[in-house]
């Protein structure tokens, strides 16, 4: 069963903030939160990853609850290139494997 | 610094057959984990290998294997291929600490 549960899809308006949402309620201590996206079945990209604490980056903030169960993806100004499906997956440092879900697919409308 | 790189980047095989996929991590990373991409199953998880060994391994039939390289490049192979292997493989790699995985672009199979 997947560790991660999403929204199948979404769609925002052209520069706009998108914030997609994430619930990973049974994750465990050393499990970390990781957002990737793919764009026409290429490779999944990286986009940002936290354990505890919020972060940022030049792509993307993520916001984690204080408990873990449950994590939000910011996309500060979105474009048309943002449109993809965008995964919230786990990767557990023990077993060295990312566990995906079946992701969010983000459309970005002008 | 190059991505990581997979050869070939498509395939067509005929059922029965077996084929070997080839993946080089980016400069530096010794992790090299491979993912099943299919409609119906989604991303899932086959195999991690640092240093040479497997230190993982998904719930997977034992057709499907791997292995790694001394210079960290790694292969994987299916045997005796049936219609449901059909998919994208995808290779990522990360550096020795480091648990930040980067993907590669697939190597699209298709089992006819």
């Known amino acids: 069963d997947a560790k991660t549960t999403q929204p199948p899809s979404m769609d925002c308006a052209e520069g706009r903030a998108a914030n997609l949402p994430c619930n990973h309620s049974t994750i465990s201590g050393n499990e970390y939160v990781y957002w990737y996206r793919q764009i026409h079945s290429q490779g999944p990209q990286y986009i940002i990853h936290?354990?505890?604490n919020n972060e940022t980056n030049e792509m993307a903030s993520l916001i984690i609850t204080e408990d873990r169960k449950s994590s939000t993806l910011i996309l500060p100004h979105a474009t048309l290139r943002d449109t993809a499906v965008y995964y919230c997956t786990l990767y557990n440092s023990n077993d060295y494997k990312l566990s995906f879900g079946a992701g969010t697919t983000v459309t970005v409308r002008a | 610094k190059a991505g990581v790189t997979q050869t070939p980047r498509y395939l067509i095989k005929t059922r029965g057959q077996q084929v070997t996929l080839s993946c080089s991590p980016i400069?530096?990373?010794?992790?090299v984990s491979w993912y099943q991409q299919t409609p119906g199953q989604g991303l899932q998880f086959l195999f991690e290998y640092f240093s040479e060994t497997q230190r993982n391994k998904g719930n997977f039939p034992g057709r499907f294997s791997g292995r790694q390289f001394s210079n960290s490049r790694s292969e994987m192979n299916v045997s005796t291929l049936e219609l449901g292997d059909s998919a994208l493989y995808l290779c990522a790699s990360s550096l020795p600490q480091g648990e930040t995985q980067y993907f590669g672009p697939g190597t699209r199979l298709l089992v006819l």
């Open positions: 936290g354990l505890k």
């Open positions: 400069s530096g990373h010794r992790s």
